[in-house]
Nanobody
């Protein structure tokens, strides 16, 4: 049974940092494009970024323009944990954050639709105050 479990959300002031974690079990993330999405109230789910499967060092990652330079995705623990390091947070980053896995590669960063991702976590809330 595939499980993705996010943690690390919380409330922070603008300019602060948070690190989200996603524990992966029941599925080899070595063969999956691992992505982060977010969804604010009343808005569609938005792709944040993704990490290519494989063992390239450093790992190949892709980011939405809105978070590029502020957020970073990484993996650890034999690829059983996915991280989203979020720095210089802004109020507009407030959302529920989800990790997700898509079978295969990230197709050079073009897999940005939620419908391309098969497995999902339950989400963790991030709230950024001004």
């Amino acid at each position: 049974q595939v499980q993705l479990v996010e943690s690390g959300g919380g409330s922070v002031q603008g300019g602060g940092s948070l690190r989200l974690s996603c524990a992966v079990s029941g599925y080899s993330s070595s063969n999956a494009c691992m992505g982060w999405f977010r969804q604010a109230p009343g808005k569609e789910r938005e792709w944040v970024g993704a990490l290519e499967p494989g063992y390239t060092t450093p790992a190949v990652t892709y980011y939405a323009d809105s978070v590029k330079g502020r957020f970073a995705i990484s993996q650890a623990n034999a690829k059983t944990t996915l991280y989203l390091q979020m720095n210089s947070l802004k109020p507009e980053d407030t959302a529920m954050y989800y990790c997700a896995a898509a079978v295969g590669t990230c197709y050079m960063g073009t897999r940005r639709s939620q419908y391309e991702y098969k497995y999902w976590g339950q989400g963790t809330q991030v709230t950024v105050s001004s």
